[in-house]
């Protein structure tokens, strides 16, 4: 091998005592990239550096210069420490150099306490040196260069600083003291450029309810802005700066958003942008509607009235169901239907007739409408039976009796007689008046109270006979009398005495022989 002279002090700066150069990383392609540049004219001797990691590990080192620095092959490839390893002098100055196996990172063992892991962690340690010939200037290192490339498991934030205790960043000039100026930056290796790995989905869904767009991508500092298009897919503009996540929700879709298309643009640190294709499409469906008309009340016995159930939006129809076991007429698919209870829906007292939607689009769920129907008993009466009574005396108790809804009773009579002790007693009695005798019947009705609307009242009655005296006084006139029933008896007076005529059921003409005036009565045994 040539001889050479290992020359690791060489004074080029005269002209000023301390000096600055700047040690920092580059991200290039992937790896980082660890440079330097001196600013002033400085020539560095050694570099001892320390870089690490925020995350992941330092994988592999490659691109760092081997060997002497030469004309048309200058850099920094030895380090002192590296002598004991790779180089071995023969007899006078003869130094040989075995350069395949040397890298220029720092022997763990040598210094363990100020040397950082190496390979496969998150730091290492770089020992770099020149060896030139000082009297050719065309051997020196360059100005500004690469010490190395160092690859990166993950994208991680790369810093680099002077490692002291080996001697940091050292002047070639004897005297001179470089201040390094350091600076960091952030690599992405090789497979972190943004992708999209699933597309959006178009979505259907019912108007009110999200609508949820998700990407899936990988990469490194992904960023993501949604877009939206309502011209059919033309022209898309960005919906917001809040748009900015993997997903992103429509909080309240509409009809008018029915058929609009979303796209997303993914980015990245560590390549170009992409955009999603095929667009997603949004769907929006009508929800359906249903109204199930007023609540009612009728009284049992009797149907509803017809239910006024009515269906919009996006139903077509409906079924109507009941809580109870009453039929729908003339069925439960007629929106307008009457219920007629059963008498299961009558002991109740109520029941929940529900209208629910049909013919609505997916995802859009039924509508559901209700209305009470309250069935109110009816009211119920009774009386006594009928009696015959003679003129001048009063019925014995009528015995009404009412029930259902009814809560009390009301009697009243065809004639002009009187209820005692009042009307509104159940039990009363009834005393007829003359009209009344004369007349010889009345009718007498018990009319129910208190029950509930639209229940009406309950009636029921009694015939009431009543067999009496009926005087006549005559004026010397002819005078004929028909009676029904019993014996007709004649007197002087009103006083009597009263004597048989023998006449029975018939009719009976007077004689104007038989006086001035007499009375004549019909007696009943």
Known sequence: MKKCLVLLNVCLLASSTRSAV???????????????????????????????????????ITNFFRGISKVGAQGYGIFPAAFR?????????????????????????????????????NGVTLELGGLWDAATPA???????????????????VSVAANATRGGVVSAS???????????ALVIPPGNAPAITNQPASLTVCAGSPAVFRVGATGWGLTYQWQVSGAGGMAFTNISATATNANYTNLLATLADDGNQYQVTVGGAGGPSVTSAPPAVLSVNAPATASAGSNQTICAGSSTAGLGGSVGGGATGGTWSSSGTG???????????TYNPSAADIAAGTVTL???????????????????????????ASSGSNQTICAGSSTSGLGGSVGGGATGGTWSSSGTGTFAPNVTTLNATYNPSGADIAAGTVTLTLSSTGQLAPCSAATAQVALIIRGPVGIQLAKEVITISFAGGELETAPAVQGPWSGTGNRSGTYTNSVTEGPARFYRVHYP
């Open 327 to 337: 039929t729908f007429a003339p069925n439960v698919t007629t929106l307008n239907a």
């Open 85 to 121: 390893d790779y180089i071995t002098v023969s007899s006078g100055t003869n130094a040989n150099w075995t350069v395949s196996g040397y890298t220029p990172l720092a022997v763990v063992a040598d210094s363990p306490g100020n040397t950082l892991p190496g390979l496969n962690s």
């Open 354 to 380: 529900t209208l629910s939607s049909t013919g609505q689009q997916a995802p859009c769920g039924e509508a559901i409408a209700q209305a009470v129907l309250t069935i109110n008993p009816a009211a119920t």
């Open 139 to 157: 051997t020196f290192p360059p100005a500004a260069g690469t010490l190395c490339l160092l690859q990166v498991s993950e994208p991680a934030q």
């Open 22 to 60: 700047r040690v920092f990383v580059e991200d290039s392609n992937g790896a980082a990239a660890i440079k330097y540049e001196c600013t002033a004219g400085e020539v560095v001797r050694s570099f001892a550096l320390d870089v690490s990691l925020d995350k992941g590990r330092v994988v592999g």
């Open 174 to 184: 004897s005297g001179v003291s470089i201040t390094p100026i350091f600076a960091g």
